[in-house]
């Protein structure tokens, strides 16, 4: 697998609006997109540092994956998310063959229409992973 960058950091959040404050008026970076990606039941916004984004997860319900993250181990980093060249399902058979646990079996639309995948923590050295199409 050919990695080009850090794609994003994704940062747990309770509430966008209460955290952006700090990125915009503390940081200076500026919010260009909020969205909600139903499937994953979060709202994201995103953030700009240089080339690498900064990707703030609010859950929209409680039962979502980010809420339970919240709940468990409380706001904060939540994952990196590395940009694949040869694609994310190459780069999913890639890590199966290597012993690498799957969350997904086969990529997904995420956040900004990105093809994405998400290796398990488990096996990444306690680091939840996403690989997205570049």
Avoid at 3 to 19: M, R, T, Y
Avoid at 31 to 54: M, P, S
Avoid at 58 to 79: D, L, N, R, Y
Avoid at 87 to 102: P, R, S, T
């Amino acid at each position: 697998m050919k990695i080009s960058h850090i794609e994003h950091l994704g940062i747990a959040v309770k509430s966008i609006e209460e955290a952006l404050p700090y990125y915009e008026n503390v940081l200076g970076l500026k919010c260009y997109n909020i969205e909600t990606v139903e499937d994953q039941k979060v709202r994201t916004a995103f953030l700009k540092v240089g080339d690498t984004k900064i990707e703030l997860l609010e859950p929209t319900c409680p039962e979502s994956t980010i809420a339970k993250f919240i709940e468990k181990k409380g706001v904060g980093v939540h994952h990196i998310a590395y940009a694949v060249e040869d694609g994310v399902a190459n780069a999913l058979a890639e890590c199966e063959e290597k012993g690498i646990q799957l969350i997904d079996k086969a990529p997904r639309k995420g956040a900004e229409g990105l093809n994405i995948a998400f290796l398990h923590p488990k096996s990444t050295q306690g680091v939840l992973t996403e690989l997205c199409e570049c």
